[in-house]
């Protein structure tokens, strides 16, 4: 299997936090929302974008948005995979989400 490049950084506004849980195994896992707005060039253009990314952390990145609160501005960085085998709803799989 060869390494290709699927980095997402983005910042936002955090407005879903579930609860902490835990897998099976023992991993620390939330899942979260976060609003991104800004202004992107394209084509030249300034475009207004807005979104809900969902997201999920796992592990010490489950444990740093553990301690956040709703409406906070935050910074994650982490990669795209699509939520399950049958569901291709592509998610933020976060591995580092700090304070803006």
């Known amino acids: 299997m060869s390494v290709a490049c699927n980095r997402l950084s983005v910042d936002g506004e955090l407005v879903e936090l579930d609860s902490l849980r ?5 991993v620390a896992r939330i899942a979260l929302k976060i609003r991104h707005a800004s202004t992107q060039l394209e084509a030249g253009i300034a475009r207004h974008v807005q979104c809900d990314i969902p997201a999920l952390a ?6 740093q948005a553990n301690n956040l609160q709703l409406g906070q501005r935050v910074k ?6 699509q939520r399950s085998l049958r569901i291709t709803q592509l998610v933020l799989h976060i591995d580092n989400i700090t304070l803006e």
């Not at 796992?58 to 444990?63: D, M, N, R």
């Open 58 to 63: 796992l592990g010490a990145a489950a444990q």
């Open 76 to 81: 994650a960085e982490g990669f795209l995979a």
């Open 22 to 26: 835990y897998t099976p195994a023992g």
